[in-house]
């Protein structure tokens, strides 16, 4: 399956570069005037139809996509996000080896680090490589149906092709790591195994006991999405994984709890001895709160870094106000700002975002969600 490009003429890239290129030494003081910058930019596209980013171009773009992120919460720390820049990679072998060095480093031994690592750019008729992987880590799921997955359902499909294509599955347990997919310049599709060492997991127990750890349950450390495209300046990037760290509600009210995921609520309400007979006992609403303190337990016991969706709600607040501040408007979606469990009991509720557009972001380009659930794979 091919992940289709996004295609720009030279006059939209242009258009976009020099609003980058002016951002850039804008917000970069001992970056000088422009001109010169935008005069060698735009020979450049005359000459080859594209143009190179230098590498504190590339940084502060990447660190500014974040910026730019309207359905992520965490932005208060966008400047602090470290850049490995592997431009020179086109091949699946060297992409796939710094993908899970890229783990091993943002992992850092449990004190994660917002760390994106930058592959070889789309080209003239030539697109750069692709990780097909949703995220760099990710949990296979046995089975064709929520009701009867083994593990995670949201990658049953993904799990299946990879066993049509030769890889021999793992242990049948609900955590088996996937291997990584990456496409390569001028390759098909290809996976590779991910190396234990490379990554962090925490074991999930409650702080109340009651036996919690007899289920066996664990998350990774390090959310790294790895099928989204950054876009800097009208240069696109396919394969740029980024991280930052979890906030608790993604593992315990979605990942773990999701009802075309792990759907745990009906496990933990049963552990907790809750009336399930009637929605109006809110026994999904009290399981929720418990799996969700039993992940916020569970990391910190790890000493492994998570925040909570009141403490990030009130930073995400702070950032805005910091972005005001510096003349800078910060879009959000609504939909994504606000924490999926007690949103009303978050500051960032009881207000309205305008979803603003940006030349300089991570984007889905069109078939790499398709792509990240394994389809035509084979």
Not at 73 to 101: K, M, P, Q
Not at 114 to 133: C, H, K, L, Q, Y
Not at 184 to 203: I, M, N, Q, S
Not at 218 to 229: D, E, L
Request: with cysteine; hydrophobic share 40%.
């Amino acid at each position: 399956m091919e992940i289709l490009q996004q295609r720009s003429t030279t006059a939209q890239v242009w258009q976009a570069a020099e609003e980058f290129i002016r951002l850039f030494h804008r917000e970069n003081a001992g970056a000088g005037d422009p001109r010169a910058r935008l005069a060698a930019v735009r020979a450049e596209l005359a000459d080859t139809g594209t143009y190179v980013h230098t590498a504190e171009e590339l940084v502060h773009g990447a660190r500014v996509a974040w910026r730019n992120s309207n359905r992520c919460i965490g932005r208060l720390y966008w400047n602090s996000l470290r850049v490995r820049d592997r431009r020179g990679l086109t091949d699946a072998d060297t992409i796939a080896a710094e993908c899970f060095d890229h783990l091993r480093e943002a992992t850092n031994g449990g004190r994660v680090r917002p760390t994106i690592t930058v592959f070889a750019p789309d080209a003239p008729g030539r697109p750069g490589p692709v990780i097909w992987s949703e995220q760099l880590v990710r949990y296979a799921g046995y089975g064709d149906h929520p009701s009867i997955t083994v593990g995670d359902a949201r990658n049953a499909p993904l799990t299946e092709a990879l066993l049509r294509l030769g890889w021999s599955g793992g242990a049948g347990t609900p955590f088996d790591l996937l291997p990584l997919v990456v496409q390569g310049v001028d390759d098909k599709p290809r996976w590779f195994d991910t190396p234990a060492d490379a990554v962090l997991e925490v074991p999930i127990d409650h702080p109340d006991g009651d036996g919690w750890a007899d289920w066996g349950l664990r998350w990774h450390a390090v959310p790294a999405i790895s099928n989204m495209c950054l876009e800097i300046g009208g240069i696109h990037y396919p394969a740029a994984p980024f991280n930052g760290w979890y906030m608790g509600t993604e593992i315990g009210a979605r990942n773990l709890a999701d009802t075309d995921r792990y759907n745990l609520l009906p496990a933990v309400a049963r552990r907790l001895g809750l009336d399930t007979s009637s929605d109006r006992s809110l026994w999904k609403d009290r399981a929720l709160v418990e799996l969700n303190r039993a992940v916020l337990h569970s990391f910190d016991r790890a000493g492994v870094t998570i925040a909570d969706h009141h403490s990030e709600s009130r930073r995400f607040l702070s950032h805005m106000e910091r972005e005001e501040r510096k003349g800078r408007e910060v879009g959000a979606d609504w939909s994504w700002i606000v924490p999926p469990m007690s949103g009303a009991a978050t500051p960032v509720f009881h207000r309205t975002y305008e979803d603003r557009p940006s030349s300089t972001a991570y984007v889905h380009h069109p078939g790499a969600q398709e792509a990240a659930r394994g389809r035509d794979l084979v």
